[in-house]
Structure formats: structure tokens, C-alpha cells
């Protein structure tokens, strides 16, 4: 009975140990996957963050586009507006003829009038074919009338 007794606190000893390894094994295990599910999560973390700049990223770009386009609307708005006040200004300049300086007017009613440094301008009025001599002045006023709507003054009357 001691004998037997014996056999069984040893078998029971050994089990006990096995029992100890493998509670140690499973331990062991539960602890890599706990390890591993960290891991993920960092990683899942990670994943989001860069995902969170990539999106700020696209959303600066988009702004950016639109903030371009919008320069691009208004910059094509500037050229057309440009455009315009250069055809009313052609259009308010093609009134007005300007002769070389060494024409010889020939016409007993154009007059030549002297700018600077004998240089002599005669200036003509476009629509009505007469030449008619205007000052400077007159050229300047002209141009500056027409160009904000206003009736021109009478071509080449001074007072």
C-alpha cells in the first residue's frame, strides 16, 4: 500500500508538472497573442493616422485648386475687362489722325501746330474727313471724355 501510494504521489507529481508546463504553454501563447493583437492595433493606429494625412493632404490640394480656378476667373474677368477699355480707347483714339513730321499739308484748312522740339503734329478729325487743328489739350480732353461716356467737345473750336 506504501508502494502504491508512492506510485501515485509520483504519477500524480508528474502530471502536476506536465499540468505546470503546459498551463505555461498556454500562458505563453495567450501572451504572443495578446503581443500580436498590440501589434495590430499600433499598426490599425498607424493606418489611421496616415490615412488622416492623406486626406488633409488632398483636402489642401483641392483647396488649392479651387482657390486657383478662382484666380483663373478673375484674372480672365481682368483681361476681358482690359480688352474692352482698350477698344474704347482705340475707338476714342481712331478719331484723331496724327501726320508725319515731314508731311506738307497741302489742305489750306489744316494747321500745323507745334508739340515739342519742332515737332509738328496735325491732327484731323477721322469721321468727318475735315482737318481741324486741335491742341494738346484738346487731344487729352477728348480722349478722356470718350472714354468715360461723355460728348466730346467740338473737334478744333477754341474759344
Same mark, same amino acid.
Given at each position: 500500500?506504501?508502494?502504491?501510494?508512492? !506510485?501515485?504521489? =509520483?504519477? +500524480?507529481?508528474?502530471?502536476?508538472?506536465?499540468?505546470?508546463?503546459?498551463?505555461?504553454?498556454?500562458?505563453?501563447?495567450?501572451?504572443?497573442?495578446?503581443?500580436?493583437?498590440?501589434?495590430?492595433?499600433?499598426?490599425? *493606429?498607424? =493606418?489611421?493616422?496616415?490615412?488622416?494625412?492623406?486626406?488633409?493632404?488632398?483636402?489642401?490640394?483641392? =483647396? +488649392?485648386?479651387?482657390?486657383?480656378?478662382?484666380?483663373? *476667373?478673375?484674372?480672365? @474677368?481682368?483681361?476681358?475687362?482690359?480688352? @474692352?477699355?482698350?477698344?474704347?480707347?482705340?475707338? #476714342?483714339? @481712331?478719331?484723331? !489722325?496724327?501726320?508725319?513730321?515731314?508731311?506738307?499739308?497741302? %489742305?489750306?484748312?489744316?494747321?500745323?501746330?507745334?508739340?515739342?522740339? %519742332?515737332?509738328?503734329?496735325? /491732327?484731323?478729325?477721322? @469721321?468727318? +474727313? #475735315?482737318?481741324?487743328?486741335?491742341?494738346? %489739350?484738346?487731344? /487729352?480732353?477728348?480722349?478722356?471724355?470718350?472714354?468715360?461716356?461723355?460728348?466730346?467737345?467740338?473737334? +478744333?473750336?477754341? #474759344?
Amino acid at each position: 500500500m506504501i508502494g502504491d501510494s508512492v !506510485k501515485k504521489v =509520483q504519477t +500524480g507529481t508528474r502530471e502536476a508538472v506536465e499540468s505546470r508546463k503546459a498551463m505555461e504553454g498556454i500562458l505563453s501563447a495567450v501572451c504572443k497573442v495578446t503581443l500580436t493583437m498590440t501589434d495590430m492595433q499600433t499598426a490599425q *493606429e498607424d =493606418q489611421r493616422r496616415g490615412v488622416l494625412q492623406v486626406s488633409r493632404a488632398v483636402e489642401q490640394m483641392n =483647396q +488649392g485648386t479651387q482657390q486657383t480656378a478662382a484666380m483663373v *476667373e478673375e484674372v480672365a @474677368a481682368t483681361a476681358e475687362s482690359l480688352s @474692352a477699355q482698350a477698344r474704347e480707347l482705340i475707338q #476714342a483714339v @481712331a478719331a484723331f !489722325k496724327l501726320a508725319d513730321l515731314d508731311r506738307r499739308v497741302t %489742305d489750306p484748312h489744316v494747321h500745323q501746330h507745334s508739340v515739342t522740339n %519742332d515737332t509738328s503734329v496735325a /491732327v484731323s478729325q477721322a @469721321a468727318s +474727313g #475735315a482737318a481741324l487743328p486741335l491742341s494738346n %489739350d484738346e487731344v /487729352v480732353e477728348t480722349i478722356t471724355r470718350a472714354w468715360h461716356d461723355e460728348k466730346p467737345p467740338m473737334l +478744333g473750336k477754341t #474759344a
